[in-house]
């Protein structure tokens, strides 16, 4: 039994428009099943796909807070000319400059058109491959205890333990990674991103629930209501879902 990570999860006020942004920044086409809107590579939606990590696009009523989320995606960029073109193409698509405090770093930091933050990277070899997201980022204060939740949790290979960070990536060595990094301080409120993980096909999703729980994940009241997906958090109060088994 174990998980797959499968979409990242963003609550947004007007998610066709959140979607578009971020269809056209990665490259990848947009899909509207219903109520949400869906971000994946050209050629179809599949979930799981081999490679890369989906964007769910969830319609929420009000608008973001201030505060910073404590999930984010780093994008890849290939040279210091792609870098610098991908900053600008995605300013004309909508995003904007964002300040977390990042001081005099290498690489940019950015919003989306409803203020989720993301980066994009200077070229990193370690990126190279992953397809446009090169990691999804997640700050948290122990890593070491994030890397012991998640690398049972998931069917993920765990790559790296630092006291400063965990990383983790696909088994098959594809996609992006999945990196918990120590970061000061808390959540101020919710987080409007979040990952949506996957049971293998006759995995059962109530025995998967009960299984992160015994490993220290909490039940979670998003005001979700009767949905066919469990919402839960980490043992550090990052939100999460396990989805129906496709």
Request: hydrophobic share 45%.
């Amino acid at each position: 039994m174990a998980l797959r990570p499968v979409q990242v999860n963003i609550k947004a006020v007007d998610p066709p428009a959140v979607g578009r942004f971020w269809a056209e920044a990665l490259g990848w086409s947009v899909h509207s099943p219903g109520a949400t809107t869906r971000v994946g590579p050209a050629g179809g939606l599949v979930r799981p796909d081999p490679v890369a990590l989906g964007i769910d696009v969830v319609p929420v009523p009000e608008p973001g807070t201030a505060a910073k989320n404590r999930v984010h995606l780093d994008l890849a960029t290939t040279s210091a000319a792609h870098q610098a073109e991908l900053v600008a193409r995605l300013r004309t698509l909508g995003a904007t400059p964002a300040d977390v405090g990042q001081g005099d770093v290498p690489w940019t930091v950015l919003a989306d058109p409803e203020g989720n933050e993301f980066c994009v990277l200077e070229p990193r070899e370690i990126y190279r491959g992953t397809g446009p997201v090169a990691d999804v980022v997640v700050d948290c204060a122990d890593p070491r205890a994030m890397a012991r939740f998640w690398d049972a949790a998931l069917d993920w290979t765990l790559h790296e333990v630092t006291d400063g960070s965990a990383v983790l990536r696909s088994a098959d060595g594809a996609g992006p990674y999945l990196e918990f990094l120590r970061t000061p301080g808390g959540p101020a409120a919710a987080d409007r991103v979040h990952l949506d993980l996957l049971p293998r096909p006759g995995d059962d999703q109530g025995a998967e629930a009960a299984r992160l729980r015994a490993l220290g994940a909490t039940d979670l009241d998003l005001g979700q209501g009767d949905v066919p997906w469990t919402c839960l958090a980490d043992p550090e109060g990052h939100a999460f879902c396990v989805l129906a088994p496709s």
